[in-house]
């Protein structure tokens, strides 16, 4: 078929839905995280854990961790797997991942090597569990060699694999600690299987979904792709090089007039996690500058970025003094003129990131640029 032809505004419109970042909120974590299909888990708290900050983008002040803890541990409807929560109808998706073998040489002959380990842990399990990682004890035949942090952490790593390989699930934590039981005593049983030759097509169209428009194929991205190879309909972007795949609903959305607002996006929110899309569609440059030197930075260690309707507009560095009970302003940038009424919006929206953290605003060091 022929590529549809979009502005530049209509594709950022697109994704600005797709991700729930519209006027129009949602209501409950578990509709996020199904819209999303992923939510980052980062304990990064120069503000607050990635997946807190995600949700509370999107649901607002009167959102709580505890609530994405009811939908893990409590009413399943999310759960966790390979540094993503993820929605529960989308597991059988992972389980057909599941099945497949190791993609990499190195922890299969581990696991080989430690088979004993393995039966240990998995005993353990059904006897007692659900356990937390320090509750395992690791009797590992052959430690898992690394130059890295993972280095001899054999409980850790095993279990990481028994994930993988479906034989465990991650049932919710303590803290930031991980607690595990057998995956089939946790897992709906009455979930239908996808065959293998449909996951990835079906994975795609999943992704385009919750991006609105992506490319066919990028350049990879930690943790979870943003390239969706065939779905959805092809797509130009004015000003823009190359093909595009967009989303159906997303082009149908055109239709409704769009109502945009102010949010303060965690640097891991998938709007402006590749960096390369949000340049093309947003002329939006970012980097996370947080293991940069202190001198080499641009915008800060942990600078949020700011969405105003349609376009990201800047980026605010500040910090979460929780000791001194402050949310630290350090500087806004902005990315062009603003109006008064867009950085009294911006302001606001500060206003709100402070009072859902508990905090009072300092702006005592504080010097915006624009």
Request: no cysteine; charged share 30%; glycine share 8%.
């Amino acid at each position: 078929m022929e590529p549809h032809r979009l502005s530049r505004q209509d594709a950022r419109r697109i994704a600005v839905r797709a991700q729930l970042l519209d006027a129009d909120r949602p209501a409950l974590v578990a509709e996020v995280v199904d819209e999303l299909t992923v939510l980052n888990i980062d304990p990064t708290e120069a503000i607050a854990p990635s997946e807190d900050h995600i949700l509370w983008s999107r649901l607002g002040g009167g959102y709580e961790h505890a609530q994405l803890q009811e939908s893990v541990e409590t009413d399943r409807t999310v759960f966790e797997y390979d540094g993503m929560y993820r929605a529960i109808a989308d597991l059988p998706l992972y389980r057909a991942l599941m099945r497949r073998p190791l993609r990499y040489q190195k922890p299969a002959d581990w696991l080989a090597a430690n088979d004993r380990f393995r039966g240990d842990v998995l005993a353990l399990l059904r006897e007692r569990g659900p356990l937390r990682t320090g509750e395992i004890p690791d009797t590992a035949q052959q430690p898992w060699g690394s130059t890295g942090w993972t280095n001899d952490r054999n409980v850790t790593i095993l279990l990481e694999l028994l994930v993988r390989l479906g034989e465990v699930a991650i049932v919710g934590r303590t803290g930031r600690e991980r607690r595990w039981d057998l995956a089939e005593r946790w897992y709906p049983a009455d979930l239908p299987e996808v065959p293998d030759a449909e996951v990835d097509a079906r994975r795609d169209e999943r992704r385009l979904q919750s991006l609105g428009i992506a490319r066919a194929k990028q350049t990879a991205v930690p943790l979870e792709r943003m390239d969706v190879g065939a779905a959805g309909e092809p797509a130009v972007v004015d000003g823009v090089a190359g093909l595009w795949r967009v989303d159906p609903v997303g082009l149908d959305d055109l239709a409704r007039p769009f109502e945009g607002r102010t949010a303060l996006l965690s640097p891991f929110d998938r709007l402006v996690f590749d960096r390369a899309r949000a340049m093309a569609l947003f002329g939006f440059e970012y980097a996370l500058e947080m293991y940069k030197p202190a001198a080499k930075r641009r915008w800060g260690y942990f600078a949020l970025p700011i969405l105003q309707g349609d376009a990201l507009i800047g980026k605010l560095d500040a910090k979460a003094d929780r000791r001194a009970g402050v949310l630290r302003v350090f500087r806004v940038h902005a990315d062009g003129d603003w109006t008064s009424e867009t950085a009294e919006a911006v302001r606001a929206e500060i206003g709100a990131l402070a009072e859902w953290l508990g905090l009072e605003i300092d702006e005592s060091e504080a010097a915006a640029e624009r």
